[in-house]
């Protein structure tokens, strides 16, 4: 298994760097939940978004009731009909259904159409999520007039790559050495959060590689 997935926040506390996106998470959380809601959540690469999607998902809905597509390019037609169905029904365990749509700026026109109906009678048992980067978002909104409705329907978490290449750095190096990875002080990984633009999983995938341990050799 990848570092990046193999040592992936399973809970809110876990999840570094995001301190708004969370505390938006936790408050409408304690307001009764993510159930009945569509959450479109966008940042830059490796900063979380995948991550917090499934942390929400999880809230509501046990890991068998969860859908995620990797690619809104791949949720076509039969896809929608799949979820139209399922949604019909409560899951087990906790009751709820959640659908993960990632890269959602690959949606196509006449999916987000249908999207807009679904959306605005969401089941008070399921909760959709959108991920993408804000680059992708902008784009959706020039390639495709349809793109403003989606989004007006969604609750927005929107992720920051500012200022996060100590927090970062400190949870690959403790990632790191948990590996057998490890062979720099922190600065170095400050170093490599910077190289990588504070994307977190660009820097596990060239910690995994080899090159921190390497280094110390």
Known sequence: ???????????????????????????ILARGGFGGRAVWVSGASGTGKTTIARII????ADG???????????????????????MQYHGFGKGGRAFIINE??????????????LLEALPEHCVFIFTTTKAGEDKLFEDQLDSGPLMSR?????????????????????????????GQPLEAYIKLMRKCKNNLRAALCEI???????AAE
């Open 57 to 60: 998902a999880r809230t509501i």
């Open 104 to 117: 959602a700026h690959t949606l196509r026109a006449p999916i987000i159409a249908s999207l807009l109906g």
């Open 64 to 86: 068998y009731h969860i859908t995620e597509y990797d690619s809104g390019a791949d949720f076509g037609a039969a896809e929608l009909a799949q979820v139209r169905e399922s």
């Open 208 to 214: 995994e590689s080899g090159c921190m341990a390497a």
């Open 154 to 182: 969604c609750l927005k978490l929107a992720l920051t790559n500012q200022g996060l290449a100590e927090a970062f750095a400190e949870r690959a190096l403790m990632i790191a050495r948990s590996e057998g990875l490890d």
């Open 1 to 27: 298994m990848r570092l990046y997935d193999k040592h992936r926040p399973a809970d809110l506390d876990s999840v570094v760097g995001q301190p708004k996106a969370v505390a938006v998470v936790r408050g």
